[in-house]
């Protein structure tokens, strides 16, 4: 009689951990709406509160929650990347803007329940805080965007002076057209395909407040006139998908002295062709140090000149060649100074 009542104790119990599964768990969204300002930066916190049944909470308190981007990736990021696993029945997730506007939707689901979605919307900022002329939501805020950009920036343009890439058109290799190949190169997203495409030592990481061609202006992203931001600007011809050596300085660009100590990696060196300095200018890109080959030295260049070929050479050697004029030196009149991008300023 024990032995009866002890099987059907227990294939009752596997009966209703069976019926436990088979039971749908029930997902809330709390928001289930966000509006976040697409500044690359801001940020909203949801949770996800998760009823099981009863005897499936006990044996497996725990569940992975599956998330997956519906649309919108390119939008907004979800944070904590990868596994989660419920916790007293809540996750909690951080969403993070880019700095593009649209909408994100992102299911959540586990093991046989319904997904509940989350929709994020983002609206373009127009501020132009410094009045550089070039908007918040395009400057890369964060340290590690900065600097993810400076050594991909000057990575790709390096790897022109071995093989020129495929996506850098005939048309566009100029001293001006090199720089701005390179801004928006540097700006996508570093995939592997990307990485080994430019056989590099090492992969790149990407920028992550946006990606080229998906960025708060488009695939306009180079100033061509003087003034502050405004929301007008994308659509007059403010902005173009190229700019000249001369738009490049005065425009996307900020002096910072005529002392290469104070370059950074992916800093622009601007000559002109003559002492007045009033005909024509050109840039060349600081490497500092290179990724090819590196020597342990640390003012390495690379730019095309004026017939057109990729060089890449040390500063400091130009004037054993005979290209004193090419000097990065105060006393060089030809030496416009070191510029910085605005957009990693």
């Not at 005939?170 to 390179?182: D, Q, W």
């Amino acid at each position: 009689m024990g032995k009866k009542v002890f099987i059907f104790v227990y294939v009752g119990l596997i009966a209703a951990l069976a019926v436990s599964f088979v039971l749908p768990a029930h997902l809330k969204i709390n928001p289930s709406s966000i509006t976040l300002p697409a500044d690359g930066h801001s940020r909203a916190s949801m949770q996800i509160q998760v009823d099981m049944p009863f005897l499936r909470a006990q044996f497996f308190p725990h569940p992975k929650i599956e998330t997956e981007f519906v649309q919108g990736s390119e939008f907004v990021q979800l944070f904590p990347e990868g596994e989660v696993r419920l916790n007293h029945g809540t996750a909690q997730f951080v969403v993070k803007s880019r700095a593009v506007e649209g909408q994100a939707i992102i299911r959540f689901r586990i093991h046989n329940s319904t997904p509940q979605e989350l929709r994020v919307f983002t609206h373009t900022v127009s501020k132009d805080s410094d009045s550089t002329g070039i908007p918040d939501a395009v400057k890369l805020d964060s340290y590690s965007d900065r600097e993810a950009f400076r050594r991909a920036f000057a990575a790709v343009a390096e790897a022109q002076a071995s093989q020129i890439s495929a996506q850098w058109t005939p048309e566009a290799r100029t001293p001006s057209g090199l720089v701005c190949f390179a801004v928006r190169e540097a700006l996508r997203r570093h995939t592997s395909v990307w990485n080994a495409s430019y056989r590099l030592p090492s992969p790149l990481a990407s920028v992550e407040k946006y990606n080229f061609p998906t960025t708060p202006l488009g695939q306009i992203l180079f100033r061509t006139r003087p003034g502050a931001f405004f929301v007008r600007d994308q659509g007059d011809g403010t902005f173009a998908e190229n700019a000249n050596a001369e738009e490049l300085m005065s425009f996307n660009a900020v002096q910072i002295g005529r002392d290469l100590k104070n370059a950074l990696q992916g800093d622009l060196l601007f000559y002109s062709s003559n002492d007045k300095g009033d005909t024509r200018i050109f840039p060349m890109i600081f490497l500092k140090v290179p990724f090819l080959q590196p020597d342990g030295n640390f003012d390495w260049v690379v730019y095309v000149n004026a017939a057109g070929q990729i060089i890449k050479t040390r500063a400091a050697l130009k004037e054993n060649r005979g290209a004193a004029d090419l000097l990065p030196v105060a006393s060089n009149r030809r030496f416009l100074g070191v510029y910085r991008l605005k957009i990693v300023r």
